[in-house]
């Protein structure tokens, strides 16, 4: 192996041309060829891509966006990334027992993220033994005993972690926080931690339910839809075309960003004619680009000329009968607003003009049917729950919200996040739901909270963990403070990894590491019981079945519910009542028990084989919010900005075109203009002048944290960029090491991955 071959090219391979101003068209379907095909044969791909998101095939691998009703599908019912998160996985490369022979861990660990992602499928259960640097085969009885040895061994089960990605089914996600429960322990960390919670958190408290209220037919028939913090060109790409029909039957949309990101302005639909010949469909009809950070104070403003509206003029602003029947502290919530907001601030904390609210304000009067949308934009920020809040007051305000074409609309990441929440994977799961395991399993769950994301790796930088359990994801990537985490992670006794491919987490490991390879969605998975399938959640809570066709990329795979099945039976013997072994060999049997524990999913085997699958309820849109009192909740927050001190700038760290999370497919970022590396920064063009930086010069990335830490990122090209003044952007997870630990949004405790204080140091030697 040699190095380059394995290294990223660095900021001086960056080669920069003019940002897109529209996206997918063809260029989306050449690009949906040209990756599959480097991944695996014609045939192969074409197979698989025929399966995509149809009723009888598989769900998208990608992100969390529902798919139409059955009967209104394309026979290519996909996006140009979707193609490519299949392929990825689909691919026809191969990792085998040799590839570890002669490659050490240590090598490994210095590897890219992407080149070991190329590098194929993982084949074999392998083990890496206290003191060796090399992974060796070992056969799965071994294996599984060998982690089952060291759970039994724990002082205490709170010293093993099991962290969840929310690419696993609902049925393996289920069994696993089962059988961390039944050891038990709570400490089910998951990538939500890291993601939507402080959407979560903030819908808790306000609508009294952590998800969306939103459906796809709500969505098509709003008045208005606001998209907030999110770049659905890239990470929702078929959002753009539920967004295209809003447009057609007369919606208007709104789109609030730092970036004018390409499929915010203009979406060529490539199934359509028009899309492909045509200039195809402007989305944002009004574009806010807003500071980082500013959003809080955004909707403040806005809910304030909302009030102002009303008192001019009576009956014409606020649904007043809507906030008296359903809601409660409207009037101290007013009275806040009134008393706190101050429009230098706002104008400040949102680099906007007072026109440009006055703009919205006035679209939102116009509109019968508003929809707010929104991602990592705010959900990663410090005052990200406050910010999601007033978000809500403003919906509450306008009585959108449980009506068609309201509503709330977190739109989610991984394709099964939302559903792997509602399996119980989450430290923190109500007692009610701990309740009904009892009951059905005839145990007595911990009820203390466990470990979230961050907490976790406290733990682990502490020596209290001793065991990590990880089903799906890259912990030691997509977490903040790399340098930090990876020490942390390297303490534990044992990590083991369930994995489709290899990543960084199975290279930054304890003693002993396991890597236990398995299916994924594209492969067809039979168990003693025959042929089986599993089912996920969207992100508007539809549940639907998910088989994949193709061969397994090796017959050493087992399936991620036969690994943990096989996993809690060797560890927990018959201490508990739960019938592992049918689990493993009919996930009907899974899908019967989460029937009668899980609200929402009585009939489950029945109902789920019917295409397209099912709804679940959500309260909400019959008027009912499941909060103490019952009623939806006016809250104050308390206004504040995100600031950078002189000579400093607020730093997001954001996905390119071309990656998955962790994973970048190649080093290109075609809508934003940037190829041939990763390692740029984009800044406004008058903060590089202020800062004295031409276009072009390369510079070290330096966070400074509030406790006087410094963490420094390497070799980045400076980019002039359309960014507000003061606000820069760059990829994730290469930036992750100036993210510090303790740098977390309040109340949700997720890292404030998009609000980051930076200064810039020129390097010093010759490029
Ligand atoms: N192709 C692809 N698709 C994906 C993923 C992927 O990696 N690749 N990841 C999946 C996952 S897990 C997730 S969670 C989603 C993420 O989907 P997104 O949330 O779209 O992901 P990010 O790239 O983090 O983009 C954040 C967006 O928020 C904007 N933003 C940043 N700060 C602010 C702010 O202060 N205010 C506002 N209003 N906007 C701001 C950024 O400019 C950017 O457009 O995508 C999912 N889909
Ligand atoms: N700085 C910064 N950090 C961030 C973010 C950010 O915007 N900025 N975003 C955060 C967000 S929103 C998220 S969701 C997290 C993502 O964090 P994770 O979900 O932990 O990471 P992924 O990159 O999605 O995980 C990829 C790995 O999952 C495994 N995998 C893929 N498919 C399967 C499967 O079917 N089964 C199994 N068992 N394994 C599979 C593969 O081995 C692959 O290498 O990152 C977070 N970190
Ligand atoms: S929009 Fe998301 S779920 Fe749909 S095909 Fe694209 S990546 Fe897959
Ligand atoms: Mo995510």
Redesign the pocket.
């Known amino acids: 192996m040699r190095e380059s071959s394995t290294a990223d090219p660095g900021g001086e391979h960056a080669r920069v041309t003019p940002p897109k101003t529209w996206a997918a068209g063809v260029p989306a379907v050449a690009e949906a060829v040209r990756y599959s095909l480097a991944e695996t044969s014609p045939r192969r791909a074409g197979r698989t891509l025929l399966d995509l998101n149809q009723t009888k095939g598989f769900d998208c691998p990608?992100?969390?966006w529902p798919d139409p009703e059955p009967g209104e599908r394309h026979v290519n019912e996909y996006c140009e990334?979707g193609a490519?998160?299949t392929n990825d996985e689909a691919t026809s490369r191969r990792i085998t027992p040799e590839f570890f022979a002669r490659h050490s861990v240590s090598e490994l660990a210095r590897a890219s993220d992407r080149w070991l992602n190329q590098q194929g499928r993982l084949t074999h259960p392998m083990v890496k033994r206290p003191g060796s640097d090399h992974y060796e085969p070992i056969n799965w009885h071994d294996a599984l005993g060998l982690l089952a040895e060291e759970l039994r061994a724990l002082d205490t089960p709170d010293e093993a972690v099991f962290y969840t990605s929310?690419r696993a089914g609902n049925e393996p996600a289920f069994v696993l926080q089962l059988f961390a429960r039944a050891l038990g322990t709570n400490n089910l960390p998951d990538?939500s931690n890291l993601?939507?919670e402080s959407s979560g958190t903030a819908l808790h408290q306000t609508l009294g339910i952590g998800k969306g209220d939103v459906s796809l037919p709500d969505l098509h028939h709003a008045d208005l839809v606001l998209t907030?913090?999110?770049?659905?060109g890239?990470?929702?790409?078929r959002m753009l075309s539920a967004l295209e029909v809003t447009k057609r039957r007369g919606g208007k949309i709104v789109a609030?960003?730092?970036?004018p990101?390409a499929g915010?302005m203009r979406f060529k639909n490539p199934q359509k004619p028009s899309g492909v010949i045509g200039r195809g469909t402007n989305i944002a009809d009004q574009f806010?680009q807003?500071?980082?950070?500013?959003?809080l104070a955004l909707f403040q403003a806005l809910n304030l000329l909302l009030l102002e509206a009303e008192e001019a003029a009576p009956g014409t602003a606020l649904d007043r009968a809507f906030i008296e029947e359903h809601t409660e502290g409207f009037e101290k919530f007013a009275d806040h607003l009134r008393r706190t907001v101050s429009w230098p601030e706002v104008l400040t904390a949102t680099g906007l003009d007072r026109a440009q609210i006055e703009e919205l304000r006035d679209r939102v009067l116009a509109s019968e049917r508003t929809i707010v949308c929104?991602?990592?934009?705010?959900?990663?920020?410090k005052h990200a729950v406050p910010t999601i809040r007033e978000v809500v007051n403003f919906l509450l305000l306008r009585g959108s919200i449980g009506k068609p074409g309201t509503g709330v609309c977190p739109?989610?990441?991984?394709s099964n996040?939302q559903g792997d929440r509602t399996m119980g994977i989450w430290e923190q799961m109500p007692q009610h739901f701990l309740d009904a395991l009892e009951r059905e399993f005839a145990f007595k769950p911990p009820t203390e909270h466990g470990l979230d994301t961050v907490n976790a790796i406290r733990a682990m930088a502490q020596g209290r963990i001793k065991v990590f359990l990880g089903l799906a994801g890259n912990f030691v990537r997509a977490t903040p403070d790399s340098d930090f985490t990876a020490d942390a992670m390297r303490r534990c006794r044992l990590t083991a990894h369930i994995s489709t491919k290899l990543n960084r987490s199975h290279t930054v490991c304890g003693d002993t590491a396991l890597i236990l390879p398995t299916l994924g969605r594209t492969e067809r998975d039979c168990q003693s019981g025959g042929e089986q399938f599993l089912t996920v959640e969207d992100s508007m809570s539809q549940v639907h079945a998910s088989a994949g066709h193709l061969e397994p990329a090796s017959k050493h795979l087992l399936s991620e519910v036969a690994i943990l099945s096989r996993l809690a039976r060797r560890t927990l013997g018959d201490q508990v009542a739960v019938p592992w072994a049918e689990f493993e060999a009919d996930y009907g049997h899974i899908r019967e028990r989460i029937a009668r524990v899980v609200p929402g999913f009585h009939n489950f085997n029945s109902r789920v084989t019917k295409p397209g699958g099912f709804g679940l309820p959500n309260p909400v849109n019959d008027g009912v919010f499941p909060t103490p009192s019952g009623k939806a909740q006016f809250t104050r927050n308390d206004f504040e900005g995100?600031t950078a001190p002189e000579g400093h700038l607020l730093l997001?760290?954001?996905?390119?075109?071309?990656?998955?999370?962790t994973?970048p497919y190649t080093m290109n970022d075609r809508y934003r203009g940037i190829h041939g590396s990763r390692r740029v920064l984009l800044v406004n063009p008058a903060d590089l002048r202020a800062l004295g930086f031409d276009d072009g010069v390369r510079v070290d990335v330096i966070s400074v944290w509030r406790d006087g830490t410094e963490r420094r990122a390497e070799d980045f090209r400076l980019v002039p960029y359309s960014?507000p003044v003061g606000?820069a952007?760059a990829y994730?997870p290469e930036t992750n090491v100036l993210v510090p630990l303790d740098s977390v949004a309040d109340q949700s405790n997720t890292p404030t991955?998009?609000?980051i204080v930076i200064r810039l140091e020129q390097r010093s030697e010759a490029p």
Do not use: F
């Open positions: 990608g992100c969390a990334n490519k998160h929310g990538c993601c939507h907030l913090g999110q770049n659905p890239s990470n929702h790409p609030v960003n730092p970036l990101e915010l806010l807003i500071r980082l950070g500013g959003d929104w991602a990592m934009g705010l959900t990663q920020q739109v989610r990441g991984h996040v995100l997001q760290t954001l996905r390119s075109h071309d990656q998955w999370n994973v960014t606000c952007a994730y991955s998009k609000g």
